[in-house]
């Protein structure tokens, strides 16, 4: 048997062949080298395998595993099983680890018993680079213990966690697909606590012309989910997805959940989307957000947020693109479809890029959820 190291990276692949490269590199340059790195080959039909193969450099620590395409969260579950580290670091394939992360994600939980899983700053990068965009959350574990049922607080491919703790947790749970990760740190959450380093430790890549928002409403209606089942264990209740096949529309109305109320968070999601897009400087992609919202079937009231948000969202592209007089047209618009937004005018015209142009974000959480999460 292998001799154990003292932290496992789980690095899922499914047709990553061009950036799985730069992630491999930023694991295996550390400067904390006790760790090996298991890539899961999650059925790629390019040359994502061969790619792994060829970056590993005949490095001893990377050990690749293949199987037929099952998925995300299958494949973390794989690699829970296969690794020997008793901390479990998480990375994706088009990602990039900065030198120091592990040696100092090792260091915060040795000295901090009580904490079961620790994060980081991310800074949003594209293939030109690093973007002026960092996603952060709360650090100190009673904020994130007050934060999180509203929305998870730690970016998944950044955390570090213990093994153990992820294990006797239940690991991930296939029911609450794009949004595992939240399931994953309410569950560790009644047990330990979480927490967060202020310093940035990954830079996230975004792919302005490949994003899609196809898996937007499963993550919003999985993170609602996950509110559902937490509160029903916080109440000494049994875990309703306890069984469960998949998070869908009629777990959360059996949970209490109006249809308009799972409409709102799921418009507010796909905005959120759409405002990350713009902030970081794709315009095309926040209007692929704006018609994606105008393809959504929704209830009558969540039908109007939704137009108003769209028109909305399109007049921060136009302001972006320095055509004033089309913004202003559609925030004529959008202000009709919804008054509220009147207040906010100006500001848009000043700040553009602000989060959601001054809107709160009507699904309470899911605006902090990282797209590729």
Same mark, same amino acid.
């Given at each position: ?30 400067? #904390?080298?006790? &760790? ?14 061969? $790619? ?40 994706? $394939? /088009?990602?990039? %680890?900065? =030198? /120091?992360?592990? +040696? *100092? ?18 800074? #949003? ?27 998870? &607080? ?17 690991? #991930?749970?296939? %029911?609450?697909?794009?949004? +595992?990760? #939240? ?6 959450? +009644? ?16 792919? =302005? ?19 559902? %089942?937490?509160?029903? @264990? !916080? ?25 308009? +109320? ?17 902030? &970081? ?8 957000? %704006? *018609?994606?919202?105008?393809?959504? @079937? ?11 948000? @769209?028109?909305?969202?399109? !007049? ?39 989060? !959601? ?17």
């Amino acid at each position: 048997m292998s001799p154990a190291v003292s932290v496992s990276v789980l690095l899922p692949v499914h047709d990553a062949e061009r950036t799985v490269g730069a992630a491999i590199a930023s694991v295996l340059t550390q400067t #904390y080298t006790d &760790c090996e790195l298991l890539v899961i080959d999650d059925g790629s039909t390019d040359r994502s395998a061969a $790619a792994v193969r060829e970056h590993a450099g005949g490095d001893p620590r990377l050990r690749l595993l293949q199987q037929s395409n099952r998925g995300l969260i299958a494949a973390l579950n794989r690699g829970l099983a296969e690794a020997r580290g008793a901390l479990i670091a998480r990375m994706d $394939a /088009d990602d990039v %680890a900065l =030198p /120091d992360r592990l +040696e *100092r994600q090792v260091r915060f939980l040795e000295s901090h018993p009580a904490v079961a899983a620790v994060g980081g700053a991310a800074r #949003y990068m594209d293939d030109r680079g690093p973007l002026p965009l960092e996603l952060r959350h709360p650090c100190a574990p009673e904020a994130i213990r007050a934060a999180l049922p509203r929305g998870s &607080c730690l970016v998944h491919p950044t955390v570090l966690m213990r093994r153990a703790a992820v294990l006797a947790a239940g690991g #991930y749970r296939p %029911a609450f697909l794009h949004a +595992e990760d #939240y399931d994953l740190w309410l569950r560790l959450a +009644e047990r330990a606590d979480l927490a967060n380093l202020a310093e940035t430790v990954l830079h996230l890549r975004l792919h =302005p012309g490949q994003v899609s928002f196809a898996h937007v409403e499963q993550q919003v209606i999985s993170t609602l989910g996950a509110q559902r %089942a937490a509160r029903a @264990r !916080g109440a000494g209740q049994p875990d309703p997805a306890e069984g469960v096949a998949r998070i869908d529309r009629r777990f959360l109305i059996d949970g209490g959940l109006s249809g308009e +109320e799972i409409d709102a968070a799921v418009v507010a999601g796909f905005v959120f989307r759409g405002d990350l897009m713009l902030r &970081c400087g794709f315009a095309a992609a926040a209007e692929s957000a %704006a *018609r994606a919202l105008a393809g959504l @079937r929704l209830s009558g009231a969540a039908r109007r947020r939704a137009r108003a948000e @769209r028109l909305w969202l399109l !007049g921060k592209v136009e302001v972006r693109r320095g055509r004033p007089a089309r913004a202003a047209a559609r925030f004529v618009f959008a202000c009709c479809a919804r008054p509220a937004f009147l207040a906010n005018v100006a500001r848009a015209f000043v700040h553009p890029l602000g989060r !959601g142009g001054g809107t709160g974000p009507a699904g309470g959480g899911i605006a902090r959820a990282h797209p590729g999460s």
